[in-house]
């Protein structure tokens, strides 16, 4: 983490933040994902969530800055919580 704070002008303090910011915006992303879930399907918003975490990479690997990088990693996580939400709700169905 100290190289990727390096790497785009951030002070370690910024990488944690970059770390922190994931975490909250995964907790965060499951609970738009789960009625979207419930109401188009397991599979759209598993693609849709790919999509997403495919965009916050891109933004990631073009980051030249701390705001960049936040950004990029918000939208990566909102996109990876789909999975979250997606993976339990089909393990319920299969179960049933």
Known sequence: MPQLAEGIGATPAGGQLVISLYLIGLALGQ???APVADHHGRRP???GGLVVFLIG???????????TMLVGRAV???GASSSLVAGRAMATDTAR
């Open 31 to 33: 609970l738009g994902w």
């Open 45 to 47: 918003v598993l693609i």
């Open 57 to 67: 990479t891109l933004l990631c690997a073009v980051a030249s800055d701390l705001a």
């Open 76 to 78: 990566q996580a909102i």
